[in-house]
C-alpha cells in the first residue's frame, strides 16, 4: 500500500489494528492548501483470502469481515473530517449477489454510515469497481473517473484505477 503527497505525511500509522493483517492499511495526515487531511489506505482481504493453500484456515469472507471490525476500530478513534479512505475494498458497491448480504452490510455499517463512497457506481467496459474513494461529509468529489487497466489488448491489472478530484468546505461548514 502506497499514499503519495507533496507534503510530508504526519501521524503515520501502518498497522491500523491488531484485528487487520499487515500490510493492508495506511494513514497519516497530509497538509494541503485547505488544511489538515487525513488519508487511509486499506485493502480489505478478497473473498477466499486464506482459505486454501495457507496453514492458517479461514471460510470464505471470514478476512474481509474480520479487518472490517478492525477498520470500524480506526474510525471509532479518527475524525471523520477532512477523511478519505482509498483503496481496494474488494466488494462493488450493492450489485449483484456475489457478496452475502452480511458481508455487504457490515461494509456500510463501517463506511456508508460514516462517508459517502464517492466511487460506488464506478465502471470500466461493463465491469463494476471494487476500487474506491470514501470521504467525509466536508469532502466533495467534482469529479471522478476511471483509468484504463489495458494497454491495446493487453491487461496490465485485473484493476482499473479510480481517479478523483475533491473540494473541500470550509471550516465553519460553508461553501
Not at 28 to 41: I, K, P, Y
Not at 61 to 84: A, F, M
Request: glycine share 12%; charged share 25%; with cysteine.
Amino acid at each position: 500500500m502506497l499514499l503519495w503527497s507533496r507534503e510530508p505525511w504526519e501521524q503515520v500509522d501502518e498497522m491500523g489494528s491488531d484485528l487487520m493483517p499487515p500490510g493492508r492499511f495506511v494513514s497519516g495526515v497530509t497538509q494541503t492548501s485547505e488544511g489538515a487531511l487525513t488519508v487511509m489506505g486499506v485493502c480489505i482481504p478478497w473473498a477466499d483470502s486464506r482459505v486454501r493453500g495457507t496453514e492458517v484456515k479461514r471460510v470464505r469472507w471470514e478476512d474481509h469481515l474480520q479487518y472490517l471490525k478492525g477498520l470500524s476500530e480506526v474510525l471509532d478513534r479518527t475524525p471523520v473530517r477532512r477523511l478519505i479512505v482509498v483503496g481496494d475494498f474488494n466488494q462493488r458497491i450493492q450489485q449483484g449477489d456475489a457478496v452475502p448480504s452480511d458481508v455487504r452490510m457490515a461494509l456500510q455499517s463501517v463506511l456508508a454510515s460514516r462517508m459517502t463512497i464517492a466511487s460506488a457506481g464506478m465502471g470500466f467496459r461493463g465491469r463494476r469497481s471494487i476500487d474506491h474513494v470514501a470521504l467525509s461529509g466536508d469532502l466533495t468529489a467534482e469529479y471522478i473517473g476511471v483509468i484504463s487497466n489495458l494497454d491495446g489488448e493487453r491487461k496490465l491489472s485485473d484493476h482499473f484505477g479510480v481517479v478523483t478530484g475533491l473540494s473541500a468546505s470550509s471550516p465553519s461548514g460553508g461553501g
